[in-house]
């Protein structure tokens, strides 16, 4: 897709999200539509990381409470404006999770993924117990100051302001990634995916790529965050539970991984699905898990690649997620 | 003095007991085609495998254009001009071929891949399929494919591993045509391994015939052809 | 107090053995990374707790293990060996939605309080060793896992079943090729896997309460416990088992902020300098 035809959709995106907020009148609905358009944000983090380098994080709840813990501490101790925060925090996780990935991309397959629940869990445990900074088991509130880049906290806080912003943002993201997997960045990062040994006789370094998709990946779900920090005013170490982030990997591969249309229509099937079961909401993981078993059985890029081949007129083929 | 591209030197490849390299050498002028025979494993796809970094040496040194890259990784003697094919299809199955022939290009530092990679597709009759994503291409087309992988960039040196592996007669005739054609204009220094005896003999310049990882005949095609050597190891006897 | 502490440790270490065994043995065979591991545990212990209010705790150490033997002989043939060509990955993101389906399960039909096991009354006396009055029943647990330990180790060396475990483990083609039925043996090595969880599961339940959270925890454990000792390999799983538990006991006491976060930077540094693990020789 050429980036005018992107750009042309994002716009027509972000119309149709105004159109959504102009439309839905209950603020209980646009506070939930506000949710799935936060989980499609971090789940567009993690599916990133799992089109792009094909790796499976187990651990990117750790990005996703990092941010929040980070802005909620920052702003306790009033160590700076809240939008240089913001900033800061961003560009600090970028730099953090690409340390950290120059070390992991290297470790293969199934490795991978128990090392990243095994460094998210760590950082779960650590925030259970830091009572002094973080507040422990009981979490951290956000204290947002009364204008956040000039306008007024009550504003923002409305329901269909707040759900504006987050799809808003969901859109930007969105187009940035689609534009930067265009570049030759995306080209060799999806080289190394292929077939990592032909990469190098091509003359490409396969670990600095993959670390920064990595990182972008951390960077995408810490935005997540902040959006879900102004959006709850909160933040505890349940967000940095491992099965945060598998739920999230279940919203991915659900939804479809292979394109950035995937990891939305995940988040949003799941937020509104658990609503629309009622009474059998408690069954809601049953029928996800049921779900994740049937879509790697019969379609592994998701119910958008399902969806895609339909339209094709292909017949579902058998292919796996590498 | 040392007027050789390529300069291979006692290579050994050791692993598990194996000795699938055992004291191996190799020389390689600019623009020559060196064809390299041998029975199933003699060891051929081993010494290209050590040449250019896929295989770690047990001994041996390697020289190219007289700077010793022995020691060096895959992408360092990739980045010097050494190119090498596969002979199980190594490509990118999920990138449309236009997009991965000219990565390959850029990344040697073409300043128009774009064009080189257009060259090279359209030698190898790929350039109608530039759209197309690799693993949908037919068997044929991937092993050209590979081939443009390795031709881009404008290689000095060029390892090819049983390129014709799987191709028709016609194929791999037309296949020998366009290596001759290009490594004359290019002046790409070739080492070709081949079953197929009527295309080495054909176009190359020197003849090494490989037999347990070891050299047993090494020159002009037609003597080596003659060699009572060669033929026995071949045919298991005195033919 | 240290005494104490040390014998706790050495009962959970046993209690891993058990739950560690099943998986490294599953992921011998099959290459799979089993996250539906912890609901095994969780079923066992459940079902054992049904099966102990009717009739009593012996029967359900048999009872449980049995039937966690037929889940895994199902699980098996219906799930690991119809996907066994597709990308471990994969595989592994199935047993996690197989995790959720079981959780529910059990909370549908126990309901999602707490339940408690009583010790049986055969057990429920104390042993002096060492200074200390130390609960028969957890002794039981130590013995428990040296039993399975020993046992698991000898049948794997000493048996011609073994022999083909060994071997299917390490390279599956040539030894279906060798005319052993690699599918049956899986079959039989994910249902012996999986009765290991179930009987860790009943063992545990008379000291660690019943709940359908209890299949996260000992989980996470038991992967920690399988990396740092080596994908597929017992013997490290065994030590590093042991090893798992005394320090998350001793150091609860002595060092609580570092103990529990030590088995992670041991599982981390693990598969950062050796994807395949310590003792175990495959990726």
């Known amino acids: 897709?050429?980036?005018?035809?992107?750009?042309?959709?994002?716009?027509?995106?972000?119309?149709?999200?105004?159109?959504?907020?102009?439309?839905?009148?209950?603020?209980?609905?646009?506070?939930?539509?506000?949710?799935?358009?936060?989980?499609?944000?971090?789940?567009?983090?993690?599916?990133?990381?799992?089109?792009?380098?094909?790796?499976?994080?187990?651990?990117?709840?750790?990005?996703?409470?990092?941010?929040?813990?980070?802005?909620?501490?920052?702003?306790?101790?009033?160590?700076?404006?809240?939008?240089?925060?913001?900033?800061?925090?961003?560009?600090?996780?970028?730099?953090?999770?690409?340390?950290?990935?120059?070390v992991i991309v290297r470790v293969p397959g199934i490795a991978f993924g128990m090392l990243t629940l095994a460094i998210g869990q760590m950082v779960y445990l650590l925030a259970t117990r830091a009572r002094g900074l973080t507040g422990g088991a009981d979490g951290l509130s956000i204290h947002w100051p009364a204008t956040l880049f000039g306008f007024p906290q009550a504003?923002?806080?409305?329901?269909?302001?707040?759900?504006?912003?987050?799809?808003?943002?969901?859109?930007?993201?969105?187009?940035?990634?689609?534009?930067?997997?265009?570049?030759?960045?995306?080209a060799i990062t999806e080289a190394i995916r292929d077939n990592e040994e032909r990469a190098r006789f091509i003359g490409?370094?396969?670990?600095?790529?993959?670390?920064?998709?990595?990182?972008?990946?951390?960077?995408?779900?810490?935005?997540?965050?902040?959006?879900?920090?102004?959006?709850?005013?909160?933040?505890?170490?349940?967000?940095?539970?491992?099965?945060?982030?598998?739920?999230?990997?279940?919203?991915?591969?659900?939804?479809?991984?292979?394109?950035?249309?995937?990891?939305?229509?995940?988040?949003?099937?799941?937020?509104?699905?658990?609503?629309?079961?009622?009474?059998?909401?408690?069954?809601?993981?049953?029928?996800?898990?049921?779900?994740?078993?049937?879509?790697?059985?019969?379609?592994?890029?998701?119910?958008?690649?399902?969806?895609?081949?339909?339209?094709?007129?292909?017949?579902?083929?058998?292919?796996?997620?590498? | 003095m040392n007027s050789y591209v390529l300069q291979a030197q006692d290579l050994?490849?050791?692993?598990?007991?194996?000795?699938?390299?055992?004291?191996?050498?190799?020389?390689?002028?600019?623009?020559?085609?060196?064809?390299?025979?041998?029975?199933?494993?003699?060891?051929?796809?081993?010494?290209?495998?050590?040449?250019?970094?896929?295989?770690?040496?047990?001994?041996?040194?390697?020289?190219?254009?007289?700077?010793?890259?022995?020691?060096?990784?895959?992408?360092?003697?990739?980045?010097?001009?050494?190119?090498?094919?596969?002979?199980?299809?190594?490509?990118?199955?999920?990138?449309?071929?236009?997009?991965?022939?000219?990565?390959?290009?850029?990344?040697?530092?073409?300043?128009?891949?774009?064009?080189?990679?257009?060259?090279?597709?359209?030698?190898?009759?790929?350039?109608?399929?530039?759209?197309?994503?690799?693993?949908?291409?037919?068997?044929?087309?991937?092993?050209?494919?590979?081939?443009?992988?390795?031709l881009v960039g404008r290689p000095k040196l060029l390892m090819l591993d049983e390129p014709m592996a799987g191709l028709s007669v016609q194929e791999s005739q037309d296949l020998a045509r366009h290596l001759k054609a290009l490594t004359a204009r290019w002046e790409v220094s070739v080492l070709l391994v081949e079953h197929d005896m009527d295309v080495v003999f054909g176009i190359s310049d020197v003849v090494t015939v490989f037999e347990l990882g070891r050299v047993i005949a090494s020159g002009e095609p037609a003597s080596v052809r003659a060699n009572p050597r060669v033929r026995e190891a071949y045919l298991g006897s005195a033919a | 107090m240290l005494t104490i502490n040390l014998f706790n440790g050495l009962v959970y270490g046993s209690l891993l053995i058990v739950m560690s065994s099943g998986l490294a043995l599953i992921y011998g065979l099959r290459r799979v990374v089993n996250f539906a591991h912890g609901a095994l545990y969780m079923l066992g212990a459940y079902i054992g707790f049904s099966v102990a209010q009717h009739s009593n705790f012996w029967v359900a150490l048999v009872a449980a293990p049995a039937a966690m033997a037929l889940v895994g002989v199902l699980l098996d043939r219906y799930g690991f060996r119809l996907l066994q060509e597709r990308d471990p990955l994969n595989v592994m993101l199935v047993t996690f939605g197989l995790l959720l389906i079981l959780e529910d399960l059990v909370a549908f039909i126990w309901g999602k309080g707490n339940y408690s096991l009583f010790t049986p009354e055969l057990l429920n006396f104390s042993v002096t060793l060492f200074g200390h009055d130390l609960p028969a029943y957890r002794i039981g647990v130590i013995v428990m896992g040296a039993l399975?330990?020993?046992?698991?180790?000898?049948?794997?060396?000493?048996?011609?079943?073994?022999?083909?475990?060994?071997?299917?483990?390490?390279?599956?083609?040539?030894?279906?090729m060798q005319g052993v039925n690699t599918d049956v043996l899986s079959a039989g090595v994910v249902g012996l896997g999986s009765a290991l969880a179930g009987l860790a599961g009943v063992v545990a339940a008379p000291f660690l309460s019943l709940s359908p959270h209890m299949s996260s925890d000992v989980l996470i454990d038991s992967f920690v416990v399988v990396v740092i000792g080596g994908l597929g390999s017992l013997a490290g799983a065994f030590v590093a088992a042991l090893l798992l538990g005394m320090m998350q006991a001793v150091g609860a006491v002595y060092l609580p902020e570092v103990s529990v976060l030590l088995p992670f930077i041991f599982m981390i540094a693990m598969l950062i300098w050796k994807p395949s693990g310590l003792a175990g020789s495959r990726t």
Request: hydrophobic share 50%; with cysteine; glycine share 12%.
């Open chain 1, 1 to 102: 897709m050429s980036l005018v035809r992107t750009g042309a959709l994002s716009l027509l995106a972000l119309g149709g999200g105004a159109a959504i907020m102009q439309w839905t009148t209950s603020s209980s609905l646009l506070g939930m539509l506000t949710q799935a358009v936060i989980y499609a944000i971090f789940a567009l983090g993690v599916g990133v990381l799992l089109k792009q380098n094909g790796l499976v994080s187990f651990g990117h709840a750790l990005y996703f409470g990092a941010a929040g813990y980070g802005m909620g501490i920052i702003l306790a101790l009033d160590w700076m404006p809240a939008e240089l925060a913001i900033l800061l925090i961003l560009l600090a996780i970028g730099v953090l999770a690409f340390l950290i990935g120059l």
């Open chain 1, 155 to 186: 504003m923002l806080l409305k329901p269909a302001t707040l759900f504006m912003i987050a799809w808003s943002v969901m859109v930007l993201v969105t187009f940035v990634l689609l534009w930067l997997l265009r570049t030759r960045f995306g």
């Open chain 1, 204 to 322: 490409i370094t396969t670990t600095l790529p993959r670390a920064a998709v990595y990182a972008l990946s951390a960077m995408v779900t810490g935005v997540a965050c902040l959006l879900s920090a102004l959006n709850t005013g909160f933040v505890s170490p349940e967000n940095l539970h491992w099965s945060v982030s598998a739920i999230t990997l279940l919203m991915v591969v659900i939804g479809g991984f292979k394109t950035a249309l995937g990891p939305i229509v995940g988040a949003i099937i799941y937020v509104l699905f658990k609503d629309f079961l009622g009474a059998y909401a408690t069954h809601s993981m049953a029928i996800f898990g049921a779900a994740l078993i049937v879509v790697i059985v019969f379609s592994p890029d998701g119910i958008v690649g399902g969806v895609q081949r339909l339209l094709k007129g292909e017949r579902p083929t058998k292919r796996t997620l590498q």
């Open chain 2, 12 to 150: 050994a490849v050791h692993y598990g007991g194996v000795k699938a390299l055992d004291g191996v050498g190799i020389t390689l002028e600019k623009g020559q085609i060196h064809g390299l025979i041998g029975p199933n494993g003699a060891g051929k796809s081993t010494v290209i495998d050590a040449i250019t970094g896929r295989r770690k040496l047990t001994r041996g040194t390697v020289l190219l254009d007289g700077e010793d890259v022995s020691h060096m990784g895959a992408v360092e003697r990739r980045m010097r001009g050494l190119s090498r094919s596969f002979q199980r299809t190594s490509i990118f199955g999920g990138m449309a071929v236009r997009r991965q022939v000219e990565l390959a290009s850029y990344k040697m530092g073409v300043a128009d891949s774009a064009g080189d990679a257009g060259a090279v597709l359209k030698e190898l009759d790929l350039d109608r399929l530039g759209q197309t994503i690799a693993e949908d291409l037919g068997y044929g087309e991937q092993r050209r494919l590979d081939l443009a992988l390795a």
């Open chain 3, 148 to 176: 399975v330990a020993l046992g698991l180790t000898l049948w794997l060396r000493f048996s011609r079943i073994g022999l083909f475990v060994r071997a299917a483990s390490t390279d599956p083609i040539t030894t279906a």
